[in-house]
């Protein structure tokens, strides 16, 4: 199994930053990619961002140079980095971890409120 545990979210200004973490922990050994995903009420939950354990990284069109996912191995924690944030973020953002056998995991996911 594994635990993962988001942190970072809050309420920040259109224009504002944000850094969303994931602490990971447990089976570790089998995970190949990390992903965050957001979720407003009433809609399905859609992919942010990708990280392969190799580097690659795959962001969502909406994204538009505006997030970026990276990794500390050492301390297996995934970080989503939120710029020029628009009310249009405002979601529950979770990541997830993908292992080999097509298992994902989630976390409980942190609330991102982008208002004026």
């Known amino acids: 199994q594994v635990q993962l545990v988001e942190s970072g979210g809050g309420l920040v200004q259109p224009g504002g930053s944000l850094r969303l973490s994931c602490a990971a922990s447990?089976?570790?050994?089998?995970?190949?990619?990390m992903e965050w995903y957001r979720q407003t009420p009433g809609h399905e939950r859609e992919r942010v961002a990708l990280?392969?354990?190799?580097?690659?990284?795959t962001y969502a069109d909406f994204v538009k140079g505006r997030f970026t996912i990276t990794r500390d191995a050492a301390k297996n924690t995934v970080f989503l980095d939120l710029n020029s944030l628009e009310p249009d973020d405002t979601a529950v953002y979770y990541c997830?971890?993908?292992?080999?056998?097509?298992?994902?995991?989630w976390g409980q996911g942190t609330q991102v409120t982008v208002v004026s």
């Open positions: 447990g089976r570790l050994f089998d995970i190949y990619a």
């Open positions: 997830s971890f993908l292992a080999y056998g097509t298992k994902r995991y």
């Open positions: 990280r392969t354990n190799s580097g690659s990284t």
